[in-house]
């Protein structure tokens, strides 16, 4: 009997179907729009939802769900635009990366984001880009920007013990009940907190989430099913630090707003799956070090999944563990994780 592998519920899902497609090449084989202009389009829907997202209340937020459905139209163009033409677009795709208002977008548009520059770095080839200095800069930094947003995400089930050490633990909530449950997940708090004793430097406030409908067969969307990412809608800002000293993201909800844990464990995910070769795609040898502040606060907010010992913490565990192997097979990423995990091999305590 065929069964579909739990990974499955945890990652973010960007295959579309075959129809969904055509949507999307049906797009593209317009005369009277641009690919440039549909992304400058999207870029500035995307700002004006943000801009609407501080005005309005949770009720009047769901009438127009558009940002994430929109980020699924683009992300198929991009899929289906040849190489040449795609390296012809940066420019719109600059702008769209550094002022989408990732605060006031859904966990779902976040990763929509991160994976269309993914896939643009993919498709254009990291030969052309990093052939372009100014490109190679303005990738990075979209990179950092980015990749800041989705650890944050990541950072939603974790915690400070104290105000004065900064230590990091997973949050032990059992009221944090999620829809995996129904695939055989339950929940175990009753196992001792981990910390993590690293200095934290100036963090990045959280993201906010803005609640995400989408339906299946609607010629506004690309899902391959019905979403499953619907979260509370929370006002607030995002304080954008692009320097290097930018070394974790915040971990402190301030509005006090329930996160889903499923959203961090895709923010994983996709994390694990992409980042380390996101990184050496876009850096020459001598830039390799310009993004190793980005991976030190990745692994600052991976540490302590990796170290709590409860059943709920295991989708986290099995996440951060594919980001830890996919950073080693990088040696100028060694430093970043080397004495760390040497520390979790050689701890007794860990493997009782």
């Not at 200095?133 to 800041?148: C, G, N």
């Not at 430097?201 to 995400?212: G, I, K, V």
Request: hydrophobic letters at 40%.
């Amino acid at each position: 009997m065929f069964t579909t592998p739990l990974t499955y519920f945890l990652q973010p899902n960007f295959e579309y179907t075959s129809s969904q497609h055509d949507i999307a090449n049906l797009l593209l084989s317009l005369k009277v729009i641009s690919f440039e202009e549909l992304v400058t389009a999207v870029n500035e829907t995307l700002k004006e939802a943000g801009v609407k997202a501080t005005k309005v209340g949770v009720a009047d937020k769901a009438a127009f769900p558009t940002e994430a459905p929109l980020l699924e139209l683009l992300h198929g163009c991009v899929k289906a635009l040849p190489t040449a033409q795609l390296q012809s677009c940066w420019l719109p795709f600059q702008s769209l990366f550094a002022d989408a208002p990732l605060a006031s977008l859904p966990p779902r548009a976040v990763f929509l984001l991160f994976i269309i520059l993914c896939d643009y770095v993919r498709c254009a080839g990291a030969s052309y880009i990093v052939e372009d200095k100014t490109m190679s800069r303005a990738v990075q930094d979209a990179v950092q920007r980015l990749t800041e947003a989705v650890n944050a995400i990541v950072g939603w089930q974790l915690e400070t013990t104290t105000w004065l050490k900064r230590t990091l633990v997973v949050k032990h909530d059992q009221t944090s009940i999620t829809k995996l449950s129904n695939l055989g997940t339950r929940s175990q708090d009753a196992s001792p907190s981990v910390e993590l004793n690293t200095p934290l430097n100036t963090p990045l406030p959280s993201l906010n989430q803005s609640e995400q409908n989408s339906m299946r067969g609607s010629t506004l969307s690309l899902m391959t099913r019905p979403s499953s990412l619907d979260a509370g809608t929370s006002a607030g800002s995002l304080v954008e630090k692009k320097s290097g000293s930018n070394l974790r993201s915040s971990v402190k909800d301030t509005n006090n707003n329930k996160r889903d844990p499923s959203h961090s464990t895709q923010a994983l995910f996709l994390l694990a799956e992409n980042l380390a070769e996101l990184v050496d795609s876009v850096c020459k040898s001598d830039d390799k070090e310009r993004l190793l502040p980005t991976l030190h606060a990745v692994w600052g907010n991976v540490v302590p999944y990796l170290k709590a010992k409860n059943a709920r913490n295991s989708r986290f565990f099995l996440a951060s563990s594919q980001l830890l192997a996919s950073m080693s097979s990088f040696s100028y990423m060694r430093p970043v994780w080397k004495k760390t995990t040497l520390e979790l091999l050689l701890d007794s305590c860990e493997w009782l």
